[in-house]
């Protein structure tokens, strides 16, 4: 189940998720000023031709009812709207073009060594902890 | 060139944009794991500070992979930082090079400009607003938006969810107000 040697897998996973995204440089401030100002394509590539092969993973894991390493079948996870997507997904394009980096980013700023991206992390970590506490007051 | 120099040059999106959506059926295939990583900010927020809420009352331990995940990208960062840095710097739009040097930008070497981002720089308002300011949005922002890049641009899409599409133009709309009309303004302080 949940042990710590099943969990280093994922480790390694995300050591190699963070080394493509170093070198693809899509945690570099710059591309994403890029992107916002409509200076280079780089970005819209990246995301662009992430998405096609996602698709394409998802479609054939679905056609050939492809089973996971355990041989359970793949679950999908639907998403339902609410307006959060509209409001939070706003907010969220405002931080990601301020600071150069989404979550996952974030971790990886830190990680070449730009330290004080570690304040910008807690920052986040407290913008989720108050949307958790204030969530019921917010329009969804 | 040996593999190293190869190595150490940035890669172009048809290299890595690939690799980044490959990511959806590994994590899929190892785990049954939806790809997502604003989820590890609450995650860490049900660990450690759940002040019973609600929205944090959850067994955090079962989506801990999400946790070794994200300790992955830290670490990734580490090595690709190190051992495979680019030498040479940056290499940006002579655009953004004009427009930011406007504000006395001019320091490509990193891939964060140390110029902005750096510890003396928490002392000022235009520090402040874009490290605690932008990191609290990206924050918030997520978690209302119930995913980020990753959940909602790269497995929505993937997925073909609707609301994720929804999501993701506005994720765009907000970064282009940013960038264009507000950003200016933060960077002149």
């Excluded at chain 2, 308002?125 to 990753?150: D, E, I, K, P, Q």
Aim: hydrophobic share 50%.
């Amino acid at each position: 189940m949940n042990t710590w040697l099943s969990q280093l897998k994922y480790l390694v996973i995300g050591t190699i998720f963070g080394i493509i995204f170093v070198k693809a440089e899509v945690i570099s401030w710059f591309r994403i000023q890029e992107m916002f100002r409509l200076q280079s394509f780089h970005m819209y590539g990246v995301i662009g031709s992430a998405v096609m092969v996602g698709m394409l993973s998802v479609w054939l894991i679905k056609k050939f009812n492809i089973k996971t390493l355990d041989g359970e079948t793949v679950v999908f996870h639907p998403k339902k709207f609410n307006k959060g997507q509209i409001y939070g997904g706003l907010l969220f394009g405002l931080g990601w073009a301020v600071t150069g980096a989404c979550p996952g980013p974030l971790f990886a700023q830190i990680g070449v060594g730009a330290t004080v991206v570690a304040v910008t992390l807690l920052s986040a970590i407290a913008g989720t902890w108050v949307y958790g506490r204030f969530r019921e007051k917010l329009p969804h | 060139m040996d593999i190293l120099t190869f190595l150490q040059q940035p890669w172009p999106w048809y290299i890595a944009g690939p690799l980044i959506g490959l990511t959806v059926p590994v994590l899929l295939l190892v785990g049954n794991k939806s790809f997502g990583i604003s989820s590890s900010l609450r995650h860490i927020c049900a660990a450690c500070v759940p002040a019973k809420v609600p929205f944090f009352d959850y067994d955090w331990k079962k989506e801990a992979w999400n946790l070794f995940f994200v300790g992955g990208i830290l670490l990734g960062g580490i090595i690709a930082g190190t051992l495979l840095a680019n030498p040479a710097g940056m290499s940006v739009s002579p655009k953004l090079v004009t427009e930011l040097s406007q504000y006395g930008i001019n320091d490509y070497h990193s891939l964060v400009p140390v110029q902005l981002f750096n510890w003396p720089a928490l002392l000022s308002v235009r520090g402040l607003l874009m490290m605690v300011g932008g990191g609290f949005l990206v924050g918030f922002g997520t978690r209302y938006a119930g995913g980020c890049t990753s959940g909602h641009a790269i497995m929505g899409l993937s997925t073909l969810q609707w609301p994720s599409l929804v999501a993701t133009i506005c994720f765009m709309i907000g970064g282009f107000i940013m960038a264009n009309l507000i950003l200016p303004f933060i960077l002149s302080l």
